[in-house]
């Protein structure tokens, strides 16, 4: 069985590999990669900054990581980021997308709270640092280190915060926005309300599923809404900047590709997981079908409205088509099904819908992301289809080791399947899509994997004081796509 499954292995990268597609990269097509704040920083008490919610929660718990690290060294990027940038300047990217440490610049982070003089002067080398490189910042806002301060009264649960939330950005406007042009408001709203506020999985570790994602998404894609036009009015005409937004979409596919049910299934799951965030920002509201759906099984489960908060006409025009660009943050496809068996109420048993990866997909370290670059060409034709093809740019994408993976093989096979899915999109599909950075420059902290997973294209010692970097072997190959604008 095992001789089997390796020469099927071999055979399967061997196949692949020849596969590649031939096109150039478009002439204006751009090529970045990608970190966050917390994942990399470190610095977590220094220079002023405040307490984040990673910092409370694990310092708080240890046990919420599996190796039970955090990100107060990390990669020592507060102190090491000029190795970042000359990492950054060799791999020859057009942009650097990395965010803003909310308490570094805040550090009590509410609306009309005092600015942190020695934050400001971080970010401000890094960015002059990076474009004195012609490597453009592309910013995050919110990459989820929400401060603790705004957690104290309910996080995204409080509709406050979206008032915090448009001082902060409006504070970066002012301080950065004659320099930086692009701007991300949030980064994958799933991940920070869904896995956040419902399943208790992420910071802040509350746990109210089928009602916790729901109002944080609902008053955070409102804060995304606000900080839209907000600088649509104030800022745009004198900065000329860019502002979007990152939601991570995976694709679906038919358990039984040829079974109606299960590519209703597919449809269903996508409009619910990706759609949720991507239908109010482009066509102003929620999917139909996920406020058909939760507002019966809302009214069955006794609640006297649905557990969907609802979008007010007024704010179905503010939100609507409040983006410059779409950010899209690809890992991994899934298998989909209908299914009833989910415990209620919950976001699954509101989707209806079972997903599933099977075996034989090559898999990474990462329990959610197998091999499936197919997936990414399938759901920016998706994107393309469901708005008018709006332009699209990959904010993420990767694959993940858990040990020394410097020569890292099946990174490289997965990012040129995916680049090479791009490309087919692009000139067999016509889709908008304007750029790709994958995830991450660096191995960075993962969250509440910790130090486990390796996504990084350069490796980092974390036993060494210093943080030592080392360039892996994708390293090299994305520094050749990206001068030669082909896949090898
Ligand atoms: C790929 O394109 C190049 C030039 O654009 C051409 O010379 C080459 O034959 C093509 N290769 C294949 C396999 O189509
Ligand atoms: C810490 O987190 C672990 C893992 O989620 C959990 O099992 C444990 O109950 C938590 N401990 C406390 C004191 O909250
Ligand atoms: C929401 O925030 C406001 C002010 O910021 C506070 O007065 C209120 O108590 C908070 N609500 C909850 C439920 O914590
Ligand atoms: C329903 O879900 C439970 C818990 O996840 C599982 O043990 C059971 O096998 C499932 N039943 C069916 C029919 O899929
Ligand atoms: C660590 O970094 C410092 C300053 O950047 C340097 O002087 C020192 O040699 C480094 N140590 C090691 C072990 O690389």
């Known amino acids: 069985m095992f001789l089997w499954k390796s020469t099927f292995c071999i055979f399967f990268f061997h196949l692949a590999s020849t596969q590649w597609s031939n096109y150039s990269f478009p002439k204006d097509f751009i090529f970045g990669i990608t970190t966050s704040a917390y994942q990399i920083e470190g610095a977590w008490s220094e220079g002023g900054k405040g307490l984040s919610i990673w910092d409370y929660d694990l310092h708080q718990n240890s046990s919420l990581v599996v190796d039970k690290t955090n990100g107060d060294i990390a990669c020592n990027s507060y102190h090491r980021w000029k190795e970042d940038v000359e990492l950054l300047k060799h791999l020859g990217v057009n942009f650097y997308r990395f965010s803003i440490s909310w308490t ?227 890992y991994s496809t899934y298998l989909c099904t209908f299914s009833d068996n989910f415990s209620q109420p919950s976001f699954e048993s509101d989707c209806g819908v079972l997903s599933s990866q099977p075996e034989s997909w090559e898999p990474s370290a990462a329990d959610w992301i197998k091999y499936s670059p197919w997936g990414l060409r399938e759901l920016l034709v998706w994107i393309k289809e469901h708005f008018n093809n709006p332009p699209v740019l990959i904010t993420e994408n990767g694959w993940a080791y858990n040990s020394l993976d410097l020569d890292d093989t099946e990174r490289i096979h997965y990012l040129n399947g995916c680049l090479s899915e791009v490309l087919k999109a692009i000139y067999e599909k016509e889709c908008n899509v304007i750029g790709y950075a994958p995830w991450s420059l660096l191995d960075t902290f993962e969250w509440t994997m910790g130090y486990t997973l390796k996504f990084g294209l350069v490796h980092v010692d974390f036993e060494s004081a210093n943080r030592t970097r080392i360039p892996k072997r994708s390293y090299n190959m994305f520094r050749n796509i990206i001068s030669s604008r082909r896949l090898e």
């Open 104 to 330: 570094r610049i805040l550090p009590l982070g509410g609306k009309d709270t005092k600015i942190n003089d020695e934050g400001v002067k971080y970010y401000n080398e890094l960015i002059d640092n990076l474009l004195a490189e012609e490597i453009l910042p592309y910013i995050t806002i919110y990459h989820w280190d929400l401060p603790q301060v705004l957690q104290d009264k309910g996080g995204w649960l409080n509709e406050t915060l979206i008032e915090d939330y448009v001082f902060y950005a409006r504070t970066l406007f002012q301080l950065f926005g004659d320099r930086v042009k692009h701007w991300i408001t949030f980064n994958e709203f799933f991940q920070f309300c869904e896995v956040g506020y419902s399943d208790g999985q992420r910071a802040p570790f509350v746990s109210s599923p089928g009602v916790g994602g729901y109002q944080c998404s609902h008053n955070a894609l409102l804060a995304h809404g606000r900080a839209y036009r907000m600088y649509e009015k104030e800022f745009k005409s004198i900065q000329g900047g860019n502002v979007g937004v990152t939601v991570d979409g995976s694709w679906c596919d038919p358990l039984t590709p040829t079974s109606e049910s299960d590519q209703g299934a597919a449809e269903q799951f996508t409009q619910f997981n990706y759609g949720w965030f991507t239908y109010p920002i482009l066509l102003g509201n929620y999917p139909p079908i996920m406020i058909d759906r939760i507002y019966v099984l809302s009214k069955q489960q006794g609640y006297e409205s649905s557990r969907l908060p609802a979008f007010t006409s007024e704010e179905i025009k503010m939100i609507k088509g409040s983006y410059d660009f779409l950010g899209l943050n690809y």
